[in-house]
């Protein structure tokens, strides 16, 4: 059976088959559940892999001159996951205290469109720290959109 199956796929057909032989016994079709004693294959864990200082100096050279910008930037010096990092609001920033609040992610919906969310867990709301760069990109970017918006007579914040 487990022949070409990753070990993710084992787990999750063994789970589909444990809970429909538990219901079998509810039911009374059955006595017992044969698939209790059946050991799953272990979850390997991936190794996290992170950029180089070399690598992320590359990066953000990359991006300098681009709108995504201080978004890279966040992500390279925050570890703030993507869903978070597109979360962001101007509201979140605390300037004087020079911290981010993340409280909410942007999720993606497989029928198609995004909207916010809390983040998954209690710890996934949370206050980062930012350094005096970071800080300082945001606030150039901000004052770029600024002169954007009020060029073409939209709405700010």
Same mark, same amino acid.
């Given at each position: 059976?487990g022949e070409?199956k #990753?070990?993710?796929?084992i787990r999750?057909i063994h #789970?589909?088959l444990?809970?429909?032989?538990n219901?079998a !016994?509810?039911w009374?079709q059955?006595?017992r559940?044969p698939i209790?004693g059946?050991k799953q294959p272990?979850?390997?864990k991936?190794?996290?892999?992170?950029?180089?200082?070399?690598?992320?100096k590359?990066?953000?050279?990359?991006?300098?001159?681009?709108r995504?910008?201080?978004?890279?930037y966040?992500?390279?010096?925050?570890g703030?996951?993507q869903?978070?990092?597109?979360?962001?609001?101007?509201t979140? !920033?605390?300037?004087?205290h020079m911290?981010?609040?993340?409280r909410?992610q942007?999720?993606y919906?497989h029928?198609?469109?995004y909207s916010?969310?809390?983040?998954? #867990?209690? #710890?996934g709301?949370?206050t980062i720290i930012?350094?005096?760069?970071?800080?300082d990109?945001l606030?150039f970017?901000r004052?770029?959109l600024w002169?954007?918006?009020?060029?073409?007579?939209?709405?700010?914040?």
């Open positions: 059976m070409g #990753s070990a993710r796929t999750v #789970s589909v444990r809970r429909a032989l219901q !016994i509810e009374g059955i006595g559940n209790k059946v272990k979850q390997k991936k190794e996290i892999k992170y950029y180089t200082e070399e690598q992320v590359i990066l953000l050279a990359e991006v300098d001159e681009t995504y910008h201080a978004l890279y966040l992500a390279v010096t925050t703030m996951r869903g978070e990092l597109l979360g962001l609001k101007w979140d !920033i605390d300037w004087e911290t981010i609040q993340v909410r942007v999720i919906h029928g198609g469109g916010f969310t809390k983040p998954k #867990s209690k #710890s709301i949370r930012l350094g005096k760069q970071a800080v990109i606030q970017y004052e770029s002169k954007i918006q009020t060029r073409k007579g939209a709405d700010w914040d």
